[in-house]
T-cell receptor
Framework: KQEVTQIPAALSVPEGENLVLNCSFT??????LQWFRQDPGKGLTSLLL?????REQTSGRLNASLDKSSGRSTLYIAASQPGDSATYLC??????????FGRGTSLIVHP | EAQVTQNPRYLITVTGKKLTVTCSQNMNHEYMSWYRQDPGLGLRQIYY???????DKGDVPEGYKVSRKEKRNFPLILESPSPNQTSLYFC????????????FGDGTRLSIL
């Protein structure tokens, strides 16, 4: 059974820092990996989706990479801002169409 | 605006009183699903639907029912709610194909007393 782990569970950084969030998964036979952002009291907002044949995706200050063979993905946030404070979740989708989510990294960016 | 809409957003009710949480999407998506989110357990899928009249169990289906009579709607039914179903529930949808991103509703917080 697929297991998804996110490290660290929580992170507090000063504004302006570049930071990396990690996501690892145990079964590399995935269709894709998706990164989400969740604000308190809100649903999940899709940030980036990387297909299994891709190595990375970029959107603005966000860059997500995927190394299927090692079962790892990283989400890089450049020049962090207080508005980036949220919980970040990754999810992998396999053939069953049932995605497996990590438990998230809670990020606080303080001014 | 493309969106997934859940109702109600908040509900406090009592054990055994049947309730329905509605979910509607306006993106003509084939795939819809329900999740619950609990502290320490993360997001777990309850049921999903690949298209109209096609539903299947996720990881934690016990105590829940769903139906998919129309493409846009995917209600979640708790026939006899119990306190262990107190949770934050999310509906999501995506287009056809494994590599379509999921779009989530804003969530429904259910408290079963």
């Amino acid at each position: 059974k697929q297991e998804v782990t996110q490290i660290p569970a929580a992170l507090s950084v000063p504004e302006g820092e570049n930071l990396v969030l990690n996501c690892s998964f145990t079964d590399s036979a995935i269709y894709n990996l998706q990164w989400f952002r969740q604000d308190p009291g809100k649903g999940l907002t899709s940030l980036l989706l990387i297909q299994s044949s891709q190595r990375e995706q970029t959107s603005g200050r966000l860059n997500a990479s995927l190394d299927k063979s090692s079962g790892r993905s990283t989400l890089y946030i450049a020049a962090s801002q207080p508005g980036d404070s949220a919980t970040y979740l990754c999810a992998v989708k396999e053939g069953s169409y049932i995605p497996t989510f990590g438990r998230g990294t809670s990020l606080i960016v303080h001014p | 605006e493309a969106q997934v809409t859940q109702n109600p957003r908040y509900l406090i009710t009592v054990t055994g009183k049947k309730l329905t949480v509605t979910c509607s999407q306006n993106m003509n998506h084939e795939y819809m699903s329900w999740y619950r989110q609990d502290p320490g357990l993360g997001l777990r899928q309850i049921y999903y639907s690949m298209n109209v009249e096609v539903t299947d169990k996720g990881d934690v289906p016990e105590g829940y029912k769903v139906s998919r009579k129309e493409k846009r709607n995917f209600p979640l039914i708790l026939e006899s709610p119990s306190p262990n179903q107190t949770s934050l529930y999310f509906c999501a949808s995506s287009g056809q194909g494994a590599n379509q991103p999921q779009h989530f509703g804003d969530g429904t917080r259910l408290s079963i007393l």
